[in-house]
Structure formats: structure tokens, C-alpha cells
């Protein structure tokens, strides 16, 4: 670990701007828009982002033994098993062909955790939602929101503009990489690299609560036959759910072990809790690994595992503990949005959306 010592926690790392209820207010409506638009091309409710999943899985968390004080905070006080569920998804919230390639994302809900919860927040889960990249692309919930209605205004463009356009900014990105550099914008908008998903490490992007301290989370995956995969190219031309067959091959061979880490707020300056574009240096502040997640072989995609957790689940880094409050502007705007969401897909698809109960996924 770094040799700086984790800044303690306090409320005054948020700082909130005046006009966040304005924003958010826009943002409810430009999900709504996202959301009528696609319920009307497919006659069922999905989700305003993020809204096709290539894999529904279900494992095992276990907190490590032994963490030093520093890392051993709220869920991850103790050691401990946890029944977790896993959602493998992309960002757009239309549902299109592997082929327009953007940015993946990893949703984890853990189930049965006991604990002090967030005002007004019931059942017994503690949600991380993730994202391939270190960093979020807008630095706050005013940028992201110009980003959202750009999203909202081609929702509805034919799949074949998408996929020439996603072609193009693949292109442009493979350059840019070529000489060291990275562009989130055109990742996000198509330009991401047609590579295999099972190899991606996951971040949260922004921070949140750990306890005394405040950290980010990643989970990164450690067993051989997904490391196989990072970088990995897999080709999805003609395959429009691609990267749904190939997390199903993967599962029903192998098993799937990843870690989840934790990375603490060391540096006020470097590591900023609002700016949520800002990748925080791991050199200051390494990741380090907190529990284990494991994924044994299973069908990881089949009906009921759609109407039980695509359908029937949300998640959201809101259901969690007090210890792991999510923080900054961000998440702050997850916390508006993401409940209207959830509520749009109830309404409109007749599944209530509801918490696990108990310990287990099937309570």
C-alpha cells in the first residue's frame, strides 16, 4: 500500500452546487424520453442505460481474512460469505448489435448484508455499479447531462447509421492508442475496441464512502481463464448478441474468480471527490484486493434468470450501507434518476422491481 495515510471521511468532501435539483430534474425527464422511445420500438420496458445485459450470473463474495484496519470497514469489516449476483451489460440505453461497440459495464449486487443502512433505504443488499474505465467521462452531473441528451437524440437512429459510425470511431481510436492515448468520448459514442468482455476490469469511476476513509472500487478479474481474455480481440460482425454467446461459452466451462479492491482516498488534490473524470493515481494509492468473487460454471443466460434479476432486479450504489455512502456529484445524480428508472420498467412491464430478502437470491 501507499505510504500516505487515508484521508478521514468527513461530509465536507461533498460539495454540492445549487442547481443539482434543476439538473437531475432534466435528467428524469431525458430518461423518460430514452425510456418512452425504446418502449415503443420494442413493447417492453428496458432500462435508460445500460439497458442490454450479455450476462446474468450468480457467485460468492468473500471478505479476506486479515485486513489491515484501514480497509476492514463496513461490509468488509469482518470476514464473511455473501450470495452475489452479477449483471454484464453496455452503456447505450437502446438495445443494438454487439457490432455498434461502447463502453461495458459490471453491476454487483450483494445480498444479505447486515448493517446500518442509508436514510430510507430498505433490504439487506449492498450495490456497486462499475464501468470498464477508470474514470466516468463528464466530470459531473451538468456535463453528463449534455451527454444524456445526445443519448436521447439518437436513441432512435437506425441500427446501420450506428454501426458504420461505431466502424469509423474504432478506427479512429485504434490510431489514437497507437500513439498512447486514449479518447473516452469516442469510446463512448461506439468507438470502443471489439475486444472480449470476461477480460475487463470494472471501477465504480467515482468515489464513495469506506467507513472512516473514503475510497473507489474495482474488481479485476485473477483467474487464468479470464485473464486469457483482457485485451483479448472477439470478433461480433454477424453476431448480434456476441458477447452474450461468448460470457455463455465461457460459463459453461469454466469457472470465473475475480477480486474486488479498494482504493483509498490518500491525496485531496490528486484525488478528487467531485471531478468525477479525474482517474485517482494508483501510484499514490494502489487498488488492493479486499474480498474474492467467484463465479462457478453455470448458464449464464436462460429465462428466469432474465425475469428473476434483468427484469425483476435494479441496481443501484444507493442500496448500500451508511459505511458505504456513495459520494459526489455523480452519484448524487444516480440517486434521482436511477429509483425513476427502475419505477418506469415497473410500471410499464407489470414486474415489481424488488430487493432479494434474506441472504439467499431466491427468498
Same mark, same amino acid.
Given at each position: 500500500?501507499?505510504?500516505?495515510?487515508?484521508?478521514?471521511?468527513?461530509?465536507?468532501? $461533498?460539495?454540492?452546487? !445549487?442547481?443539482?435539483?434543476?439538473?437531475?430534474?432534466?435528467?428524469?425527464?431525458?430518461?423518460?424520453?430514452? +425510456? &418512452? !422511445?425504446?418502449?415503443?420500438? @420494442?413493447?417492453?420496458?428496458?432500462?435508460?442505460?445500460?439497458?442490454?445485459?450479455?450476462?446474468?450470473?450468480?457467485?460468492?463474495? $468473500?471478505?479476506?481474512?486479515?485486513?489491515?484496519?484501514?480497509?476492514?470497514? #463496513?461490509?468488509?469489516?469482518?470476514?464473511?460469505? =455473501?450470495?452475489?449476483?452479477?449483471?454484464?451489460?453496455?452503456?447505450?440505453?437502446?438495445?443494438?448489435?454487439?457490432?455498434?461497440?461502447?463502453?461495458?459495464?459490471?453491476?454487483?449486487?450483494?445480498?444479505?448484508?447486515?448493517?446500518?443502512?442509508?436514510?430510507?433505504?430498505?433490504?439487506?443488499? +449492498?450495490?456497486?455499479?462499475?464501468?470498464?474505465?477508470?474514470?466516468?467521462?463528464?466530470?459531473?452531473?451538468?456535463?453528463?447531462?449534455?451527454?444524456?441528451?445526445?443519448?436521447?437524440?439518437?436513441?432512435?437512429?437506425?441500427?446501420?447509421?450506428?454501426?458504420?459510425?461505431?466502424?469509423?470511431?474504432?478506427?479512429?481510436?485504434?490510431?489514437? $492508442?497507437?500513439?498512447?492515448?486514449?479518447?473516452?468520448?469516442?469510446?463512448?459514442?461506439?468507438?470502443?475496441?471489439?475486444?472480449?468482455?470476461?477480460?475487463?476490469?470494472? @471501477?465504480?469511476?467515482?468515489?464513495?464512502?469506506?467507513?472512516? @476513509?473514503?475510497?473507489?472500487?474495482?474488481?479485476?478479474?485473477?483467474?487464468?481463464?479470464?485473464?486469457?481474455?483482457?485485451?483479448?480481440?472477439?470478433?461480433?460482425? #454477424?453476431?448480434?448478441?456476441?458477447?452474450?454467446?461468448?460470457?455463455?461459452?465461457?460459463?459453461?466451462?469454466?469457472?470465473?474468480?475475480?477480486?474486488?479492491?479498494? +482504493?483509498?482516498?490518500?491525496?485531496?488534490?490528486?484525488?478528487?471527490?467531485?471531478?468525477?473524470?479525474?482517474?485517482?493515481?494508483?501510484?499514490?494509492?494502489? =487498488?488492493?484486493?479486499?474480498?474474492?468473487? !467467484?463465479?462457478?460454471?453455470?448458464?449464464?443466460?436462460?429465462?428466469?434468470?432474465?425475469?428473476?434479476?434483468?427484469?425483476?432486479?435494479?441496481? &443501484?450504489?444507493?442500496?448500500?450501507?451508511?459505511?458505504?455512502?456513495?459520494?459526489?456529484?455523480?452519484?448524487?445524480?444516480?440517486?434521482?434518476? @436511477?429509483?425513476?428508472?427502475?419505477?418506469?420498467?415497473?410500471?410499464?412491464?407489470?414486474?415489481?422491481?424488488?430487493?432479494?430478502?434474506?441472504?439467499?437470491?431466491? &427468498?
Amino acid at each position: 500500500m501507499s505510504a500516505a495515510s487515508p484521508i478521514p471521511y468527513h461530509p465536507s468532501v $461533498e460539495q454540492p452546487r !445549487t442547481d443539482e435539483d434543476d439538473i437531475h430534474a432534466q435528467m428524469l425527464v431525458t430518461f423518460a424520453k430514452i +425510456q &418512452n !422511445t425504446t418502449f415503443e420500438d @420494442y413493447g417492453r420496458a428496458v432500462r435508460g442505460v445500460h439497458a442490454k445485459a450479455h450476462g446474468l450470473l450468480v457467485g460468492r463474495l $468473500e471478505v479476506l481474512d486479515d485486513l489491515p484496519p484501514t480497509l476492514a470497514q #463496513g461490509l468488509f469489516a469482518t470476514p464473511g460469505s =455473501y450470495e452475489a449476483v452479477l449483471r454484464l451489460s453496455t452503456n447505450p440505453g437502446d438495445i443494438l448489435d454487439d457490432s455498434v461497440s461502447t463502453p461495458r459495464g459490471l453491476a454487483l449486487k450483494i445480498i444479505g448484508v447486515e448493517g446500518e443502512r442509508l436514510e430510507g433505504v430498505e433490504g439487506t443488499t +449492498q450495490d456497486f455499479v462499475m464501468a470498464n474505465a477508470p474514470a466516468f467521462t463528464a466530470p459531473d452531473d451538468a456535463a453528463f447531462l449534455k451527454s444524456l441528451k445526445l443519448l436521447a437524440a439518437t436513441t432512435d437512429t437506425p441500427q446501420v447509421f450506428k454501426k458504420a459510425f461505431s466502424a469509423v470511431l474504432r478506427g479512429v481510436e485504434t490510431v489514437l $492508442e497507437s500513439l498512447g492515448t486514449k479518447s473516452p468520448t469516442l469510446i463512448s459514442l461506439g468507438g470502443h475496441p471489439e475486444t472480449h468482455i470476461l477480460g475487463e476490469t470494472f @471501477y465504480s469511476q467515482v468515489p464513495l464512502r469506506w467507513g472512516d @476513509y473514503v475510497a473507489k472500487v474495482a474488481v479485476a478479474p485473477v483467474s487464468p481463464e479470464l485473464t486469457a481474455l483482457t485485451g483479448a480481440s472477439l470478433t461480433v460482425n #454477424g453476431k448480434p448478441d456476441g458477447l452474450r454467446e461468448a460470457v455463455t461459452g465461457f460459463f459453461a466451462e469454466h469457472e470465473g474468480v475475480w477480486e474486488l479492491r479498494a +482504493q483509498l482516498r490518500t491525496d485531496e488534490e490528486t484525488m478528487p471527490v467531485e471531478d468525477a473524470s479525474k482517474p485517482w493515481p494508483e501510484k499514490q494509492s494502489p =487498488y488492493v484486493a479486499v474480498a474474492r468473487l !467467484t463465479v462457478p460454471r453455470q448458464d449464464a443466460w436462460s429465462e428466469d434468470k432474465v425475469r428473476r434479476i434483468d427484469d425483476g432486479f435494479a441496481f &443501484n450504489p444507493w442500496h448500500a450501507l451508511a459505511a458505504h455512502r456513495p459520494l459526489g456529484s455523480i452519484m448524487r445524480a444516480r440517486r434521482a434518476a @436511477y429509483p425513476a428508472s427502475a419505477g418506469f420498467r415497473a410500471e410499464h412491464s407489470g414486474c415489481p422491481i424488488h430487493e432479494p430478502g434474506g441472504s439467499r437470491l431466491s &427468498n
